[in-house]
């Protein structure tokens, strides 16, 4: 039983008031993969790279186990590219320059190794891409777990509410919960969201953590109190990863299992911003995660 994630794969150059990088390994898929695999053993990928991309990039992936058949390698073009530059708050950015590439008329393979799927993450891509790859699955997934942005509400709003109805979980953040909803209240949000198609919602608000919505319930996670972020592009990529690749390993999914997977999340999405890229999950530890684990349960417990 395997776990896909679905996204980019990509070259990002970033600058944020602690320095800049030229090109470096990123993309949804990228950040999402690695955090799921410290807690799933069969993660793959489906994407689409360009020749410059390089086998070296590549073994970021399969030196964690990392199944690459469904990364598609396009003979004679480029990578997509984004570069951008943080603002001193690290919550706004500019985007400075976006290059689609080989993204810009991907196309998902879905191998046959991969059709055992048990678990989806669809990664914020076009939502006909996303619809694309679940039509081509032979089975429905056990779990699908869906990011997207606001880009897509703009221009693709029909086609995302069709993907909506497919999926089990959407994670997206606060602006995004309000535009897609039309109400200001993230409960009100919620509960609109909730008719759409998804069973459970997941609202990310940065540093002030998360929202978890469903079964008439809801679960408040915290943000681990940084001193510094360093980096949070790709935060809520790796955020998308643990939550899956916990649920993945647990194998049961109801709320009491989300409220977890949330934490799980969490947790691995506050190393991500501790240096640039991928640069920080790449070479994690099994305690350091565990120790994680505990500051965050650490900063809710309490006895009345």
Same mark, same amino acid.
């Given at each position: ?24 390994? =990123?993309? &949804?898929?990228?950040?999402?993969? $690695? ?30 186990? $990392? #199944?690459?058949?469904?990364?598609? $390698? ?13 603002? %001193? /708050? !690290? ?15 991907? /196309? ?8 055992? *799927?048990?678990?989806?993450?669809? =990664? ?21 777990? !869906?990011?997207? !942005? ?5 221009? *693709?709003? #029909? ?13 997206? %953040? ?15 949000? *919620?509960?609109?969201?909730?008719? !759409? ?19 008439? +319930? ?17 935060? =809520? ?22 409220? &977890? *997977?949330?934490?799980?999340? +969490? ?22 995660? /565990? ?14």
């Amino acid at each position: 039983m395997s776990l896909i994630i679905l996204g980019s794969v990509a070259f990002d150059a970033l600058e944020t008031p602690f320095g800049k990088t030229d090109k470096i390994v =990123g993309g &949804a898929a990228s950040y999402a993969a $690695i955090a799921a695999s410290y807690l799933y053993d069969h993660v793959k990928i489906i994407s689409v790279v360009g020749e410059d991309f390089g086998q070296d990039n590549l073994e970021k992936f399969t030196s964690k186990h $990392i #199944d690459i058949s469904g990364i598609q $390698i396009k003979s004679g073009e480029k990578s997509f590219f984004w570069s951008g530059r943080y603002h %001193n /708050d !690290m919550n706004t950015r500019d985007t400075l320059v976006t290059e689609l590439n080989v993204l810009g008329d991907f /196309d998902p393979i879905i191998p046959t190794s991969y059709q055992d *799927a048990e678990y989806i993450l669809l =990664g914020n891509l076009s939502p006909q891409v996303q619809l694309n790859a679940l039509e081509r699955l032979t089975k429905r997934p056990k779990l699908v777990v !869906m990011d997207t !942005m606001n880009f897509w509400m703009n221009i *693709a709003l #029909d086609d995302l509410k069709e993907v909506l109805k497919q999926v089990d979980v959407l994670t997206i %953040n606060d602006e995004e919960a309000r535009q897609l909803s039309g109400q200001y209240s993230l409960v009100k949000a *919620a509960a609109v969201i909730l008719t !759409m198609g998804p069973k459970y919602l997941i609202i990310k608000k940065g540093e002030h953590g998360a929202l978890l919505f469903g079964e008439n +319930s809801i679960f408040v996670a915290p943000a681990l109190p940084l001193a510094e972020v360093f980096d949070p592009t790709g935060a =809520g990529d790796t955020f998308a990863g643990g939550f899956i690749g916990y649920l993945a390993n647990k194998g049961v999914i109801n709320f009491e299992s989300m409220k &977890a *997977a949330v934490i799980y999340g +969490s947790a691995l999405a506050s190393f991500c911003v501790e240096k640039f890229g991928t640069e920080r999950i790449e070479t994690l530890s099994a305690l350091e995660i /565990d120790q994680r684990i505990q500051t965050f349960s650490t900063l809710t417990s309490f006895v009345i």
